[in-house]
Nanobody
Framework: QVQLVESGGGLVQVGGSLRLSCSAS????????MSWYRQAPGKEREFVAQ????????NYVESVKGRFTISRDNPKNTMYLQMNSLKPEDTAVYYC????????WGQGTQVTVSS
C-alpha cells in the first residue's frame, strides 16, 4: 500500500540546521512530483517546497527561499529537505506528499526551533 514516512525532525536552536527525509513506498515515486508541507500549531497545513520528477526543477514558498533545499533520490524512493538558518517561525510538523496531495498523509516529523 501507499506509504509516506517522514523523519529527521527535532529540537534545534535559531540558526541551526536539520535534514528531513521522506521515504516513499507503494507507488512509482520517480514518476511523481513531490512536495513538502508543514503545519504549525493552530494553523492550516501549508506548502513549503516542490520538486519535479527529474530533481532539477524546484519551487519554494517565499519564506524559505535561500534557506531550504529540496532534493530527491529516485533509486532510493526518498525525498529530502535540507533546512538551514532555521527560525522560530519554521516550527511545525513537516509532511511530504505528492504535488496534488493525493497520497495518504504520514505521521509527519516535528521541527521545533527555539530562541
Amino acid at each position: 500500500q501507499v506509504q509516506l514516512v517522514e523523519s529527521g525532525g527535532g529540537l534545534v536552536q535559531v540558526g541551526g540546521s536539520l535534514r528531513l527525509s521522506c521515504s516513499a513506498s507503494g507507488f512509482a515515486f520517480s514518476t511523481q512530483s513531490m512536495s513538502w508541507y508543514r503545519q504549525a500549531p493552530g494553523k492550516e497545513r501549508e506548502f513549503v517546497a516542490q520538486i519535479y520528477t527529474g530533481g532539477t526543477r524546484t519551487n519554494y514558498v517565499e519564506s524559505v527561499k535561500g534557506r531550504f533545499t529540496i532534493s530527491r533520490d529516485n533509486p532510493k524512493n526518498t525525498m529530502y529537505l535540507q533546512m538551514n538558518s532555521l527560525k522560530p517561525e519554521d516550527t511545525a510538523v513537516y509532511y511530504c506528499n505528492d504535488a496534488f496531495q493525493l497520497k495518504p498523509w504520514g505521521q509527519g516529523t516535528q521541527v521545533t526551533v527555539s530562541s
